[in-house]
């Protein structure tokens, strides 16, 4: 009988009622539900930060955030806060109050068409001793192979969608995350999971779809590793 896998998972919308992901505390405790039948032992909720009409403030957020941790106290799932942040040229944003589980990561995304210099951005917050992890890498059509290189190179860290990897969503995702894996550029596979239907906690699914063609050590260093390096610094609880 194989062993149960270990896994984190760092790219969530678990939080109700501050973005588009879960709807209510219930859907929020059935996709908790599901993630620890997967084996999943701890959890990043990464609500979306950034300029939108449907996103609640970073207070409302840790609100929900706290309301969410009473609730799910006897799920044997540890929960961190952390957020997505979506750059744009005229949001100022408190890069310290959005950071990942207390560490110095952060999850960022871009514009998915719009050509973006991400390379200055993400440059300057490594100079400025951040750890930026760029969001479902596979999603900017702009950026090219060599682009990814020079991003890794760089010291940015390289995150893909579960559901990129299983095909569950648009082809051309599917083929550029394929690709960063055959190059070893990535870094976490993630759920980026909104609810119960659609686009449900499946993980454990890209685990089992993977593991036939990657090495024990790679697989359990996009699943669990080196998610374990963002947890592990947190020491406090909002």
């Known amino acids: 009988m194989d062993e149960k896998p270990k896994l984190i998972d760092i790219h969530t919308h678990i939080i109700p009622h501050v973005d588009d992901g879960a709807s209510s505390f219930a859907e929020s405790l059935e996709m908790l539900e599901i993630m620890i039948r997967d084996g999943i032992t701890d959890v990043i909720l990464t609500p979306h930060v950034h300029s939108g009409a449907t996103i609640a403030g970073r207070e409302e957020q840790i609100l929900q955030y706290r309301i969410l941790q009473q609730k799910a106290k006897d799920l044997d799932i540890k ?5 997505e942040l979506r750059y744009h040229q005229n949001l100022v944003i408190d890069y310290e109050a959005n950071l990942m589980a207390n ?3 952060l999850l960022i995304e871009f514009s998915w ?3 973006t210099d991400v390379h200055s951005i993400l440059q300057a917050l490594i100079n400025r001793g951040y750890k930026p992890i ?3 890498a596979e999603r900017y059509s702009y950026l090219t192979m060599a682009d990814y290189f020079k991003l890794k190179k760089a010291g940015s860290l390289i995150q893909v969608n579960a559901g990129a990897i299983l095909g569950n969503e648009r082809s051309s995702w599917q083929q550029v995350a ?3 894996m055959a190059e070893k550029l990535v870094d976490f596979i993630a759920s980026d999971t909104h609810n119960t239907t659609t686009r449900y906690p499946n993980l454990k ?3 089992d779809y ?3 063609s990657l090495s024990k050590k790679y697989l359990t260093d996009i699943f669990y590793n080196n998610a374990l390096k963002i947890i592990k610094t947190d020491k406090t609880t909002i």
């Open 178 to 180: 394929t690709s960063l």
């Open 210 to 212: 993977l593991k036939p």
């Open 205 to 207: 699914q890209a685990y």
């Open 134 to 136: 760029v969001a479902h």
């Open 103 to 105: 560490s110095n990561y």
């Open 113 to 115: 068409n719009t050509k």
């Open 79 to 83: 929960l961190y806060f952390g957020s």
